[in-house]
């Protein structure tokens, strides 16, 4: 009987690369950091989604049952990503001439659309639309309130940051650098810099089309409130693992931990995971830049979704990637090469799992998920005339179960 093979991680959280052990043997509860519904996701946010589905799939190739969330933001979302601007889905209706409603819905459809074209599992993973949760946000803020953690200001009630003493713990970063983050536009009434909106008021003669009432007056809940109260609702108040992209280490997935732990009295995320950012020609996709590309373009250039998967499988998820579309073509003919000798040459009888390869690769998906030598593994595999084909075709679907 063979050793079992540990899986490794790389924890934001503490720096370092730690064996995962779960908090409740055989299961794994993962929250993965969702859309915000006012616009169509372009490639580079998909690297996250990409990022969650690989963790699911590497944590189910490791025998464990996975239950997942991944959140639709549809409120409360502002357009400076701190306190400031106007919430993008109303920003967004007002410029369209829709209600906020039908944007998040069209939207939503788009995303769904988008990552089965990626080839990510949505089987039993849960989908929650914080609009769907705001009683909770709004209990949430009032242990809050009662703890001394939040305060309330004449737009809104706020955390206070200075109140949880291990504040910026996530990604190590130094306070003032939060601060500096914090400093969108000053608001004379927080207590610190970089305190954050729990709940914002409706402005005075400003009807919003998303508000809800609550005990301070009438508003909308911040987006941070709104994660941490659908992930305690959906997974209780400790997770195994939560994901997303960089950007969010120093803000939002902070402000996460401070609210969430403070709430809950309880270590909120054990093991944090973020992919590091997509790049065209060395600057990282934006609205401000111009430089969008969504997967209907690579379409249009007969580039199928999933070579943009494999393209993405070759970099480690934590090395940041330059799109050109060079490399993308490369990838898609590389794997219609793939798919070609899957159909012609190896034909349709299963064989024996060889257990060598089978091994390298396990080894591979469970060191920090790294999927670069999984896929140089795979043309390894293919070029070894040692092994029938029998063989090949059942090892190869093996690996896909991770790879997809």
């Known amino acids: 009987m063979s050793t079992p093979i540990p899986l490794y991680l790389h924890n934001t959280l503490s720096g370092k690369q730690e064996e995962f052990t779960p908090l409740k043997e055989g299961l794994v509860r993962m929250y993965n950091c969702g859309p915000t519904v006012y616009d169509r996701a372009h490639i580079g946010n998909m ?67 988008d990552i089965a074209k990626l080839n990510v599992r949505t089987e039993g993973t849960e989908f929650p639309r914080a609009t769907a949760y705001v009683n909770e946000q709004i209990a949430m803020i009032q242990t809050l309130e009662q703890s001394g953690y939040a305060y309330k200001t004449s737009d809104g009630v706020y955390f206070d ?47 919003r089309q998303q508000e809800w009432d609550s005990t301070w007056g009438v508003g909308f809940p911040g987006w941070h409130i709104e994660c941490s109260a659908m992930s305690r609702a959906l997974l209780g108040r400790q997770l195994d693992i939560h994901t997303g992209g960089i950007d969010h280490i120093p803000v939002h997935h902070n402000n996460e931990i401070a609210q969430s732990e403070a709430a809950n009295k309880k270590k909120f995320v054990n093991y944090w995971l973020h992919n590091a950012f997509i790049t065209i020609e060395g600057r990282r996709m934006g609205k401000s830049v111009g430089n969008l590309i969504n997967l209907d373009q690579l379409s249009d250039r007969g580039i199928a979704p999933l070579s943009y998967r494999y393209w993405l499988l070759t970099v480690h998820y934590r090395a940041p990637a330059n799109f050109t579309w060079e490399a993308v073509e490369g990838a898609h003919t590389a794997l219609k090469k793939l798919h070609r000798h899957f159909v012609d040459e190896l034909g349709s009888k299963d064989g024996s799992l060889d257990s060598t390869y089978q091994e390298k690769f396990h080894t591979y998906a469970n060191d920090d998920i790294d999927t670069p030598k999984a896929v140089a593994l795979v043309w390894d595999l293919i070029k070894d005339r040692a092994l029938t084909t029998e063989d090949k075709r059942t090892t190869l679907l093996n690996f896909d179960n991770v790879l997809g």
């Open 161 to 207: 940051t200075f109140a949880f003493k291990d504040y910026g713990k996530l990604g190590d970063i130094p306070t003032e650098k939060l601060e500096e983050g914090a400093r969108v536009e000053k608001n004379n009434e927080k207590r610190n810099p970089t305190d954050f909106a729990l709940w914002k008021f409706s402005k005075e003669g400003e009807k």
């Open 47 to 113: 690297r996250s989604y990409v990022l969650a589905d690989l963790a699911r799939r590497v944590l189910e190739y490791n025998d464990y049952t996975v239950k997942q969330v991944i959140n639709i933001t549809d409120v409360g979302h502002l357009t400076s990503n701190a306190d400031e601007g106007e919430d993008k889905l109303e920003k967004a209706a007002q410029q369209r001439g829709e209600t906020a409603q039908e944007i998040a819905k069209k939207y939503t459809e788009l995303f769904f659309e």
